[in-house]
């Protein structure tokens, strides 16, 4: 056994002997002499298996070459520019490749370019060797070699539509249909070259779960474009991260369209009994009282607003702080509502408190549908999800509350004040004791008494019936002292 075949035996690569001795040739007449086939040997065998992958995860900015087995999931369209000082036209094409770890981009150059078009097909399995770099949507690799790859597995899905669960960091060329939950502003920014840039976002919910869509320049304007409840697809978006969390971006080469299709949506929330200071959760409940919103002075003299909700569920109740344009929305008792990702915080007098801030998504669910408006944004110049403790003169608090001490005071209305406001409403303006009337309206209130609301007065009503919040009900009873006694509820 020669020297390159011993070192060959030792090799855990999937390379041949008959490649292998090349490179060592070509190594032994790189280096001049200075090294015989056995030292040229080894030196191969270290390249190879520093470049070596196990997997697309694998794969990192700086590494000299990386070699991976992965499947062509979509294939892009040829792209010509100008070289600088040569007279033939570049050429490029961005082939999404993926294996069981995740997805990358390949770059195929000028003459790899035209045989991409000319021989790949998506499903394709390719061995692949490439120089890994930063691009702007994550890691790309530039192909220096490539060759199919028949007899090997690679157990990825090729599919036109991505969900939200399938997302990865680093895949690009995504198309997703998502039911459009929250929708923000637009917003300019300089950069660093002295350009201005614009920027504004979306929420996308499917079956599976829900992100947010970044919409960058020409693009940004979309945003404005759709409505909460409608459907809409994102065309060649990209994955990154941001704050731990994934989002889909959407730069000039994409595109996000409405379509008339019907998507599922389904919030999944924590019980409010369990959720804990310094949690980032998904709630959701009634409604079951509105604060007007307030304006205050930031330390660096800008205006925010805050408007406080408190929301129900069957387990307990919580108050909420919409800050900035969600403290806009037109919600009020008696409406249900999804909130997601809402910080929970040491708040007034104690009790926790959640606070909705820029990351934060409110939905307004409806008997059929999913609904939603708010402000979804990219920047950090403000502190919009600042605690509610600050209002409660804690100094600790941040920029956000500085100036609104009585933002949280006047909400504080528990079961027994519900009921006292709405006894006392039926007694200055409601039917007469002994009245026998039949009343419809929302549950707000599913405790003793259960409090409907009908977007105009609430009315206490006591019954034995099993009443869940959030449903439409009609009582026919007697009213006494400003309590409407049901003798029959539907």
């Given at each position: 056994?020669?020297?390159?075949?011993?070192?060959?035996?030792?090799l855990e690569?999937?390379?041949?002997?008959?490649?292998f001795r090349?490179?060592?040739?070509?190594?032994?007449?790189?280096m001049?002499?200075?090294?015989?086939?056995?030292?040229?040997a080894?030196l191969?065998?270290?390249e190879?298996?520093?470049?070596?992958?196990?997997g697309?995860?694998d794969?990192e900015?700086?590494?000299?070459?990386?070699?991976?087995?992965?499947?062509v999931?979509?294939?892009?369209?040829?792209?010509?520019?100008?070289?600088?000082g040569?007279?033939?036209?570049g050429?490029?094409?961005?082939?999404?490749v993926?294996?069981?770890?995740?997805?990358?981009?390949?770059?195929?150059?000028?003459?790899h370019?035209?045989?991409a078009?000319?021989?790949?097909?998506e499903?394709?399995?390719?061995r692949?060797?490439?120089?890994?770099?930063?691009?702007?949507s994550g890691?790309?690799?530039?192909?220096?070699?490539?060759?199919?790859?028949?007899d090997?597995e690679?157990d990825?899905?090729?599919?036109?539509t991505?969900?939200?669960e399938?997302?990865?960091l680093?895949l690009?060329?995504?198309?997703l249909?998502?039911?459009?939950?929250?929708?923000?502003?637009?917003?300019?920014?300089d950069?660093?070259?002295?350009?201005e840039?614009?920027?504004?976002n979306?929420?996308?919910?499917?079956?599976?779960g829900?992100i947010?869509?970044?919409?960058?320049d020409?693009?940004?304007?979309?945003?404005?474009?759709?409505?909460p409840?409608?459907?809409?697809?994102?065309?060649?978006?990209?994955?990154?991260?941001r704050?731990g969390?994934?989002?889909?971006?959407?730069?000039?080469?994409?595109?996000?369209e409405?379509?008339?299709?019907?998507?599922?949506?389904?919030?999944?929330?924590?019980p409010?009994?369990?959720?804990?200071i310094?949690?980032?959760?998904d709630?959701?409940?009634?409604?079951?009282?509105?604060?007007?919103?307030?304006?205050?002075?930031?330390?660096?003299?800008s205006?925010?607003?805050?408007?406080?909700i408190r929301?129900?569920?069957?387990?307990?109740?919580i108050?909420?702080?919409?800050w900035?344009?969600?403290a806009?929305?037109?919600?009020?008792?008696?409406d249900?509502?999804?909130?997601?990702?809402?910080e929970i915080?040491?708040g007034?007098?104690?009790d926790?408190?959640?606070?909705?801030?820029?990351?934060s998504t409110?939905?307004?669910?409806?008997?059929d549908?999913?609904g939603?408006s708010?402000?979804?944004?990219?920047d950090?110049?403000?502190d919009?999800?600042?605690?509610?403790s600050?209002?409660?003169?804690?100094?600790?608090?941040?920029?956000?509350?500085d100036g609104?001490?009585?933002?949280t005071t006047?909400?504080d209305?528990?079961?027994?004040?519900?009921?006292?406001?709405?006894?006392?409403?039926?007694?200055?303006?409601?039917?007469?004791?002994?009245?026998?009337?039949e009343f419809?309206?929302v549950?707000?209130?599913a405790?003793?008494?259960?409090?409907?609301?009908?977007?105009?007065?609430?009315?206490?009503?006591?019954?034995?019936?099993?009443?869940?919040?959030?449903e439409?009900?009609?009582?026919r009873?007697?009213?006494?002292?400003?309590r409407?006694?049901?003798?029959?509820?539907?």
């Open positions: 056994m020669s020297d390159i075949e011993g070192v060959y035996e030792d690569a999937d390379v041949s002997l008959e490649e090349e490179a060592v040739e070509e190594k032994v007449e790189q001049g002499g200075l090294a015989d086939e056995e030292t040229a080894m191969i065998a270290h190879i298996g520093e470049s070596e992958v196990g697309i995860a794969i900015p700086g590494m000299e070459d990386a070699k991976f087995v992965a499947k999931t979509s294939i892009g369209e040829v792209r010509t520019f100008e070289r600088d040569e007279d033939e036209d050429r490029v094409v961005n082939v999404e993926a294996d069981e770890t995740g997805s990358v981009r390949a770059a195929f150059w000028d003459e370019a035209e045989a078009i000319e021989e790949l097909e499903g394709q399995v390719l692949i060797k490439g120089r890994p770099k930063e691009g702007f890691v790309e690799i530039s192909v220096d070699h490539v060759e199919p790859d028949p090997t690679v990825v899905q090729v599919s036109d991505h969900t939200v399938a997302l990865s680093g690009s060329n995504v198309n249909v998502g039911l459009v939950l929250d929708t923000g502003s637009v917003r300019t920014f950069r660093d070259d002295g350009s840039g614009k920027v504004s979306l929420v996308l919910g499917d079956s599976t829900r947010r869509v970044t919409l960058w020409e693009q940004a304007d979309l945003a404005t474009e759709f409505e409840g409608t459907t809409a697809e994102v065309i060649d978006g990209y994955v990154k991260e704050d969390n994934l989002e889909l971006h959407v730069g000039n080469r994409g595109a996000v409405e379509v008339d299709e019907e998507v599922e949506y389904v919030p999944e929330s924590t409010i009994e369990d959720v804990e310094d949690q980032t959760v709630i959701a409940g009634v409604v079951r009282s509105a604060d007007p919103k307030r304006t205050f002075d930031r330390d660096d003299g205006e925010g607003q805050v408007r406080n929301v129900q569920d069957a387990t307990d109740d108050r909420v702080a919409l900035g344009e969600k806009d929305l037109d919600i009020g008792p008696g249900e509502v999804a909130l997601g990702d809402v915080q040491d007034w007098q104690d926790l408190e959640a606070s909705g801030g820029w990351q409110v939905t307004v669910l409806e008997s549908s999913v939603g708010g402000e979804s944004q990219t950090d110049s403000s919009e999800n600042a605690g509610l600050a209002f409660a003169g804690d100094d600790s608090g941040t920029d956000e509350s609104a001490d009585a933002a006047d909400s209305t528990d079961s027994d004040e519900l009921a006292a406001s709405s006894d006392a409403g039926a007694e200055a303006d409601g039917p007469a004791d002994g009245e026998e009337i419809t309206g549950v707000v209130q405790g003793d008494p259960v409090v409907l609301d009908d977007g105009e007065t609430t009315m206490s009503v006591e019954t034995d019936a099993d009443v869940g919040l959030g439409e009900l009609t009582a009873g007697i009213v006494r002292n400003g409407l006694e049901a003798n029959d509820v539907f």
